[in-house]
């Protein structure tokens, strides 16, 4: 079984920073897919950032080069930077772990959620 514990969400001004972390533990032998999710009140959950095994990231428009997705693959761990933030990234905010467990099994597991509200 795999954990993974969100933290780093919370109340901004437009403008201002906050940094996002996943830690996942358990029976993890490689994580070869990281990602942020957002989903806002009456919309659909969409995949803000992507690292892959390889390091290749990549963004949704709306956040490009204001993002940035990092991980200590040491530590199990994946970091969404968020910088210049603005009223309409206020959402709660899911890291997506795609690991194969000690056994060789495939999982996929979602953290339970961080709010990240940006005031105007």
């Known amino acids: 079984q795999v954990q993974l514990v969100e933290s780093g969400g919370g109340l901004v001004q437009a403008g201002g920073s906050l940094r996002l972390s996943c830690a996942a533990s358990?029976?993890?032998?490689?994580?070869?897919?990281m990602a942020w999710y957002r989903q806002a009140p009456g919309k659909q959950r969409e995949l803000v950032a992507v690292i892959i095994s390889g390091g290749t990231t990549d963004y949704t428009d709306s956040v490009k080069g204001r993002f940035t997705i990092s991980r200590d693959s040491a530590k199990n761990t994946v970091y969404l930077q968020m910088n210049s933030l603005k009223p309409e990234d206020t959402a709660v905010y899911y890291c997506?772990?795609?690991?194969?467990?000690?056994?060789?099994?495939?999982?996929?597991?979602w953290g339970q959620g961080t709010q990240v509200t940006v005031s105007s």
């Open positions: 997506n772990l795609r690991v194969r467990s000690d056994r060789g099994y495939p999982g996929n597991y």
């Open positions: 358990g029976s993890i032998s490689s994580i070869n897919y």
